[in-house]
């Protein structure tokens, strides 16, 4: 058999190798949904991109004879570093390969070798490009299709990994729920109506849904609630101004206002919670190209759509034990009802944030996947 070569990108052709590499290898796969091709250039670094200006990406291909058979990025994230300090660790992300153990040596051993020149040797990954993205390896779900802005892998990928010497960091979850079974639980309603009444006795609350007038303003909100209630979050790193922007452009258009929920006591945002529809039906329609049509696809089509992905639900530190986060899921599942979704997936739910899987379990939530995050520690 041919060795495998690896080869450190820097030409157009090869970026071109690398951005289609995952086609070549899923396609045929029923679970497996297409990147949208330019936010992925994007992330990868191959396009202007904000994550960028706090961070240094190496990219390199697995050749055998002619063939591409892998992928993988290795990234230098100096916000990571500014965040914990005591953490001086490279990521790793982007990983694609053939079920080859000769491959993925080759290719984690580059990203290896890339960080021992920078006097790194502790590394982590899945990370594409960072936890505040799409990351993790999944573990478990593989015959789960992918849900909006979720990574899926085949099942051969954590060996790979594992037999190069990367072991379990930490686990996140993805919990499912059916919608309607909320309106059925009656200790959940009863809960929700008591949270409601404590709070109005002591303040003037507001439940509310993004204002599409200042829809700026709410979604710096939505990413400043975030900030501050994720400092004790494990691995957590702030997003940084260039990147709110970024996404506040992104999302404009994809989010449903009435799948949002803002709880603001006596005027000031306390909590916040936005989910978003699952669109990877029709991204799988359009194979993950927006223009010139794709986005129109998306848009007209949406209304049809069963499932969301809740993809951030925060409350700031002082009132986390308020009762906040539960107004906020009635509120944004009682919409839900109202515009007929269906399902719900709360991603990523970390492993260890114990009260928050209770809550959800006590409401119907089940496991439904399972993402790891790896560490590798070189000599």
């Known amino acids: 058999m041919t060795s495998v070569e690896i080869i450190q ?3 157009r052709k090869e970026k071109k190798q690398f951005l289609r590499l995952p086609w070549e290898l899923h396609q045929q796969n029923p679970y497996w949904t297409p990147p949208l091709r330019t936010s992925q250039a994007e992330l990868i670094g191959y396009k202007r991109h904000p994550f ?8 390199f291909l697995a050749r055998r004879g002619n063939e591409v058979v892998g992928r993988i990025a290795g990234i230098d994230n100096r916000a990571h570093r500014a965040a914990h300090p005591d953490e001086t660790l490279g990521f790793v992300g982007f990983f694609d390969s053939i079920d080859d153990q000769e491959v993925a040596d080759g290719l984690l051993g580059a990203v290896a070798d890339w960080f021992a020149d920078r006097d790194i040797r502790w590394l982590r990954g899945p990370a594409n490009p960072s936890m505040n993205y799409e990351c ?3 573990i478990e779900g ?3 299709h992918a849900t909006f802005m979720m990574p899926y892998n085949p099942d051969y990928y954590p060996t790979l990994w594992e037999q190069f010497g990367f072991s379990k960091s930490h686990d996140l979850l993805a919990l499912e729920v059916d919608i309607g079974m909320m309106d059925d639980t009656k200790d959940f309603r009863e809960k ?13 609350l507001n439940v509310r849904m993004v204002d599409t ?7 710096r909100s939505f990413l400043d609630i975030y900030n501050l209630a994720s400092q004790q979050t494990w691995g957590f790193v702030p997003f940084s101004e260039s990147e709110i922007l970024q996404l506040s452009g992104e999302l404009r258009h994809l989010i449903v206002p009435e799948l949002t929920a803002v709880v603001e006591l ?34 007209r089509r949406r209304k049809n759509i069963r499932r969301i992905r809740i993809m951030s639900a925060n409350v700031v530190p002082e009132y986390q034990r308020w009762g906040i986060s539960l107004m906020l899921v009635g509120e944004l599942f009682q919409r839900g009802m109202a515009w007929g979704l269906e399902e719900a997936e709360m991603s990523y739910i970390l492993e260890s944030n114990r009260p928050a899987r209770k809550h959800l379990e ?11 995050m790896y560490d590798y520690r070189g000599d």
Request: charged share 30%; hydrophobic share 35%.
């Open 9 to 11: 990108i820097s030409r």
């Open 52 to 59: 960028h200006d706090q961070a240094d990406v190496q990219t």
């Open 136 to 138: 993790g390896l999944l």
């Open 142 to 144: 593989f015959d789960c």
């Open 192 to 204: 929700l109506q008591y949270m409601y009444r404590e709070v109005e006795r002591r303040h003037t």
């Open 213 to 219: 007038q200042n829809f700026q303003r709410d979604v």
């Open 266 to 299: 006596d005027g000031r945002n306390v909590g916040s919670m936005f989910a978003m529809l699952d669109y990877n039906p029709l991204i799988k329609e359009i194979d993950g190209r927006l223009f010139p049509f794709g986005f129109l696809k998306l848009l």
């Open 362 to 372: 006590q409401m119907g939530a089940r496991r439904a996947k399972t993402y790891r």
